[in-house]
């Protein structure tokens, strides 16, 4: 529970047993590996080096808070510091206010200060570095929306000196206060209230054209404003909550959490909140690595979105206004592409509430907008539009597939046929439909331009090109989540017509090669033409971020007339097998320069980008799930390690941790919309969800192992399952699955049952 919501008696009452049992497992030695708890087997720093493009970044936070921070560099190699941290407002791309405590008076300075660091230590609940040159040893530790510095000086010989900034506002210090606040892209406010343990001999403000600080009284008001302490301040401990209403609002919220400045209590409080969060699932067996990259991954999927409620009132950058939340907190910063196809579907399981609200929020961003669209990439500064498709649709429909009503279902659904029906299929972009998406509306797919041709729509940004299969395939599956809706909500001859137009990725199949094909704007297929190097950088003439062997299989809601189409089982299992062993025909420097986003290769497979993950899951459908349960033992193991480069590409906020989690359990949701799970391999011997109601749903493999990766046999509750699937209403009602896993395959087993897939259309026929 929140420290929010005790009394102060509470909290403390809470804390002090909380140190109680911290000091009991201290005198009962160090714990062996397979009894630490959860959270003792994060390492944020898995994945901060990264192979080709962002990093993780190894965020201090509690699970979906507002307050998140991480070190200011650009990832684990860079030696220096750029400041400490106040408040990451974007998960990795932006943050808010610099501090930077000093030893000496400088003639000038920036706007904040660069460290070389060293004896780095950091839990998701919190961090310890020692800035070398003015020899201070930092630590941090944050509630949900407050956080506390300690900041300890080596020498009571120093000039204990802290410099605050804010990169583009104002702040304002008083006494043993600061408050303020900074303005990010021109139209959202991040304000800060900080209170200090004992009263500065003098205040100063940074000249902004000279770099001098200028000291005068106690009361100061500038963009960087320093603070100098006695000499004898040998610690010096600093309280700050923050807001997005106001600076009073970021007061009161420092009031209501950390009253305080025993640092250790409030990182104590913290380590229980994680505790509580990663317990919802308890794994046994496997190796310490696989529990280490499980928990790490599972922290990871807590990042976003971040609940920006504020005593009952949050800001939407959306329409710029203060709301009430009628009780219900308010969520941001969510990357949909990313995370529908894993992220929301986890939560789905384990956190129903939290989803729900998060779906709330969704409906409420489309409320708040004049052209009542869903949201794609909501952040603290608004909706970016990024990527392609709509795919905030597929967390609706698969939410409520799966038993979750307490959201406005009707107004979430008139949202997503709106901005069907008006918003451009034009990657970033948010704009009405133009002459390009019609042209789809009527034909069915997006047209492409000839290799070489000049663009001839002003609309069509210069970076990221058409992407002309990869939008088709995206509206199509964004089609077939709506007919899910419409059904719903009872409007059958509507869910009908969205049905047929989720089959439109027809019309770019092509049936001599087996891809997915950009055609013209006259219907012809563009030649000559290279499935693994057409489209330029990023292949996103085409495609994006990816080429042609992973869009061939962006079909995951109707697998099964992905096999139609390509001629039957035994050719989609060999296409299957071409992506993962056909091997790159350039150098790894050749083929990286173009395609940066498409590594972590087995062949032309990626395991580094979120429209591949579904792909290893795709035996189960072709009657060879013995085939998946080795491929997706390989990848993990293969590219998910607890090292400084243990995560293949972009990790997005969870949006390939959530794949890690599910898929190291043993299930995967290939079709978010559809309540099914796809069997996999697990990792462990047995792996127990906490669901809603108090009810435990059990995964126990006995032996699972690297060598026993294979499913011999199952049993649910007791029974013979001869499936490689589970219904969503098997799973959330409790139970367990039971697996004999083995060495060898057993490749009878699942084989003739595959998971289910769209419904057929009446006719079967291609749109005309």
């Known amino acids: 529970m929140c420290l929010r919501n005790f009394s102060s008696f509470g909290r403390a009452a809470l804390l002090l047993s909380l140190f109680a049992a911290l000091s009991a497992c201290q005198r009962r030695g160090v714990r062996s590996e397979h009894s630490l708890e959860p959270v003792d087997c994060v390492n944020p720093y898995m994945g901060n080096i990264s192979h080709l493009l962002v990093p993780t970044f190894p965020t201090v936070h509690l699970p979906n808070g507002m307050m998140r921070i991480y070190p200011e560099r650009r990832d684990y190699t860079v030696e220096t510091l750029a400041g400490l941290p106040l408040i990451v407002t974007n998960h990795r791309e932006r943050s808010a206010f610099r501090l930077s405590p000093l030893s000496s008076h400088p003639d000038s300075v920036g706007r904040f200060v660069t460290y070389e660091y060293d004896q780095e230590q950091i839990k998701p609940y919190y961090y310890r570095v020692l800035l070398d040159e003015p020899d201070i040893e930092v630590e941090f530790a944050p509630a949900y929306q407050s956080a506390i510095y300690r900041l300890s000086f080596a020498k009571d010989t120093q000039r204990q000196i802290i410099l605050l900034s804010s990169l583009d506002g104002e702040l304002e210090a008083t006494g043993r206060s ?92 913290g380590r229980h909140e994680w505790s509580k969060h990663l317990g919802r699932i308890k794994v046994e067996g496997g190796t310490a690595e696989d529990r280490k990259v499980f928990y790490t991954s599972l922290y990871r999927t807590y990042e976003r979105m971040i609940n920006i409620s504020e005593d009952g009132r949050y800001y939407s950058a959306i329409d710029g206004q203060i709301h009430n939340d009628e009780g219900i907190p308010f969520y941001t910063d969510d990357w949909i592409w990313d995370t529908y196809r894993a992220v929301h579907p986890l939560r789905v399981l384990i956190d129903p509430l939290k989803q729900q609200h998060m779906l709330v929020s969704f409906v409420r961003m489309a409320e708040q907008n004049p052209e009542g669209w869903l949201p794609t990439f909501p952040e603290v500064t608004g909706d970016t539009h990024r990527m392609n498709g709509n795919h905030g649709i597929a967390t609706f429909a698969d939410a409520y597939a799966k038993g979750l009503t307490g959201f406005n279902l009707v107004s979430a659904y008139q949202a997503a046929k709106k901005t069907m029906a008006e918003k451009s299929f034009l990657p970033w972009t948010r704009i009405p439909k133009g002459p ?32 002309a299969v990869a939008v088709t395939l995206a509206a199509a599956y964004d089609y077939w989540t709506l007919s899910q809706m419409a059904r719903f909500v009872g409007k059958d001859a509507e869910a009908q017509e969205y049905l047929r137009k989720s089959y439109d990725y027809r019309t770019l199949f092509n049936y001599k090669t087996g891809f997915f094909h950009p055609k013209d ?248």
């Open 436 to 467: 390009l998406s019609k042209y789809m509306d009527e034909h069915g797919y997006f047209p492409a331009l000839r290799i070489g041709e000049r663009e001839t729509d002003p609309r069509v940004t210069l970076w990221e090109k058409r992407q």
């Open 178 to 269: 600061i408050s303020g606040y900074q303005t990010l892209e021109g139209k959202t406010r991040v304000y800060l209230h900080m209170q200090y343990d004992r009263k500065p001999l003098r205040v100063g403000v940074r000249d902004e054209q000279t770099g001098r600080i200028v000291f005068g009284g106690h009361e100061r008001i500038g963009k960087t404003v320093a603070l100098e302490f006695p000499t004898d301040t040998r610690r010096l401990h600093l309280r700050y909550g923050v807001s997005l209403i106001s600076a009073q609002q970021a007061k009161a919220n420092l009031s209501k959490e950390i009253q305080t400045n025993e640092l250790d209590m409030v990182a104590k409080h």
């Open 521 to 768: 704007d006259k219907g012809r297929f563009i030649q000559p033409f290279d499935y693994e190097l057409s489209g330029g950088l990023g292949a996103r003439d085409y495609y994006d971020e990816n080429n042609a062997y992973t869009y061939r299989w962006d079909v995951q809601h109707n697998p099964a007339d992905l096999i139609y189409l390509m001629g039957g089982r035994e050719q989609f299992i060999k296409y299957l097998d071409e992506t993962f062993r056909t091997p790159l025909s350039k150098s790894k420097w050749e083929f990286y320069s173009q395609l940066p986003d498409q590594s972590g290769n087995v062949g032309q497979f990626s395991m580094a980008n979120e429209p591949s993950l579904h792909i290893p899951y795709l035996y189960n459908y072709a009657g060879a799930p013995w085939k998946t349960q080795r491929s997706i033992r390989k990848l993990i193991s293969s590219w998910f390690r607890n090292d400084l480069m243990g995560v293949p590409g972009d990790e997005d906020g969870g949006g390939l941790s959530a794949f890690v989690v599910f898929s190291m359990m043993g299930i995967y949701p290939v079709t978010p919309g559809l309540p099914v799970y796809n069997i996999g391999t697990p990792f462990f011997e047995r792996v127990t969800m906490q669901l809603d109601g108090g009810r435990l749903f059990t995964i126990e493999a006995p032996k699972a192992s690297a060598t026993n990766k294979y499913i011999q046999s199952a049993k649910l509750n007791g029974k013979a399952l001869d499936r490689a699937w589970l219904k969503h209403s098997e799973l959330i009602e409790g139970g367990t699955l039971e697996l004999q896993m083995g060495p060898h395959p057993n490749k009878l087993w699942g084989a003739n049952t595959p998971p289910p897939s769209a419904d057929p259309l009446p006719d079967q026929e291609r749109r005309k």
